[in-house]
């Protein structure tokens, strides 16, 4: 059997058809990290789907292997009128092969499509990985927070970098 390479993953736009999908691979994310899952609590904008990734108010990317979603990302416009990247996961075995890369290079070319300036995000402070790869693609921390309700104890820091390029609002 042909082993796959990061070449045979390709990003390509999703639907609210692929949600269930994108909850699963949260949900191993979830679990791998030991935090409680509780989907409706967690990812309740995936649950909603058009509502926050239909266009134009935002858009989700996902990276299939064999059938199976193994990575995702969504964003969404604020009201501002800049963005916010959501959503970025991917299964172990994926990780440091430029499929991140992958799919925040999709977010910030929707960005740029729709005439969005900046991009925002909100990251879990547990997810080191992540935030080495925001950095390398231009992010700059901009902030702490505390989420006091979730039973994930969870503290996340704020990330932010401009969007070259982005035409003027189509």
């Known amino acids: 059997m042909r082993r796959m390479s990061a070449t045979d993953l390709a990003v390509r736009p999703a639907g609210a058809a692929d949600a269930v999908a994108v909850i699963e691979l949260v949900g191993r994310v979830f679990h791998e990290y030991g935090f409680v899952w509780h989907p409706a609590t967690e990812v309740a904008d995936l649950l909603a789907f058009d509502r926050h990734y239909q266009a134009p108010r935002g858009a989700f990317f996902v990276v299939s292997r064999e059938g199976s979603i193994v990575g995702s990302v969504g964003v969404e416009r604020t009201a501002d009128g800049a963005a916010e990247l959501h959503r970025l996961y991917l299964d172990p075995d994926l990780r440091g092969r430029g499929l991140g890369r992958a ?6 070319e929707w960005c740029r499509v729709h005439g969005i300036g900046r991009l925002t ?24 927070r505390e989420l006091p309700e979730d039973p994930n104890r969870t503290r996340e820091y704020g990330f932010a970098r401009a969007v070259a390029g982005a035409a003027a609002n189509p």
């Open 103 to 108: 799919l925040v290079l999709a977010v910030l």
């Open 121 to 144: 995000l909100w990251s879990d402070t547990r997810f080191a990985r992540a935030h080495l790869l925001y950095e390398r693609m231009g992010f700059e921390r901009i902030g702490e």
